[in-house]
């Protein structure tokens, strides 16, 4: 199961295409409300939450966690202490957890120590927040996390979660539905 994690302000694109290519992948996920059952995106989008965070209670079902971006969105989930206790579920790399983040929310791992002697991208107004683990690539894989830059690169950033999740063939067969170009 991958739990997505909203909260008010959340960048949409960040957020949607991720969970589509997953599930086109045919990976389960569960979004969780942040502050909210119904978060309205930084756009005005508002979608319905599967779950309300009080609901999270990662257990062995848990394969990933992802934080989609939005600077208010990422203010909004670096408020919660359930979203803090989700990012450090892959600390433990052997558990095989995936944590993934992108534009504005790989700060967040940054600011709760995840990320010394890892690298990571994000939006370029938060790379003073990943300090020296800041890379400027589009998305950058360092396990458990996988990081984007931005909305503008989602869905090559979907496509790399679904291969992390699923191997290169997933990946690749979901890039194909879409004509993804090569």
Not at 42 to 65: C, K, L, N, Q, R
């Amino acid at each position: 199961m991958v739990y997505v994690f909203l909260a008010d302000g959340f960048e949409e694109a960040e957020a949607i295409v991720p969970i589509d290519f997953m599930r086109r992948a045919g990976i389960e996920v569960t979004t969780v409300g942040v502050g909210t059952s119904m978060p309205k995106g930084s756009h005005g989008i508002t979608v319905m939450a599967d779950i309300s965070e009080d609901m999270f209670y990662p257990g062995d079902d848990v394969e990933a966690v992802f934080f989609p971006g939005g600077g208010l969105g990422t203010e909004n989930l670096a408020k919660s202490e359930t979203v803090r206790r989700a990012a450090r579920l892959g600390i433990g790399e052997s558990d095989g957890i995936v944590v993934a983040a992108i534009c504005a929310a790989p700060s967040i791992l940054a600011r709760e120590g995840l990320l010394i002697g890892k690298k990571a991208t994000c939006f370029p107004d938060f790379i003073d927040a990943l300090g020296d683990s800041y890379s400027d690539s589009d998305v950058v894989i360092d396990p458990p996390y996988i990081t984007g830059r931005a909305a503008g690169v989602v869905s090559g950033f979907a496509l790399k979660l679904v291969e992390m999740l699923r191997g290169t063939e997933a990946a690749e067969e979901v890039a194909s539905r879409i004509c993804y170009p090569n």
